[in-house]
């Protein structure tokens, strides 16, 4: 079967996934009743082979009303009006699903402002300070 690419370094067999085509719920007249256009795509998180550790992890810490209690994930997807369409929707949904969970933010370097920084700073603090007592209506001479 195809790979499908998350990320760089990510892709998950296709084989992974299970679809089921089940009835769509909601408006749609004759053809809701009659045509099964729906999609349930099952993956199973804890037992991939292919994502890493630390996605697994996050994906299953996540608190995901989606997922099972053991560790697949089931999206079901019904807003189009073909299987076809569904079950794309449905797998750009998954993968965006694991793209979010292997993003690692940059590390934040902590920084110093500069001497110069500090006292430009404190300069205008005074200033403003100095502007704010004169507003008191105190007029002093000295």
């Known amino acids: 079967m195809a790979n499908i690419r998350i990320t760089g370094s990510i892709s998950i067999e296709s084989d992974e996934l299970t679809e089921k085509f089940v009835r769509a719920s909601g408006p749609g007249g ?33 608190g995901d009303t989606r997922l099972t209690k053991e560790g697949e994930l089931v999206i079901i997807a019904e807003s189009k009006r073909t299987q ?33 920084a500090v006292k430009r700073r404190l300069e205008s603090k005074a200033k403003r300070s100095q502007v704010k007592k004169n507003r008191s209506g105190k007029i002093n001479l000295d």
């Open 30 to 62: 004759q053809n809701v009743n009659k045509v099964s256009t729906a999609v349930q795509l099952r993956f199973n998180v804890r037992e991939s082979s292919n994502l890493p550790y630390r996605v697994k992890q996050k994906i299953l810490d996540s």
């Open 84 to 116: 076809e369409a569904n079950r794309r929707d449905a797998l750009a949904r998954l993968v965006e699903l694991i793209r979010d969970a292997a993003y690692v933010p940059k590390t934040r370097i902590a920084t110093r402002p500069s001497k110069g």
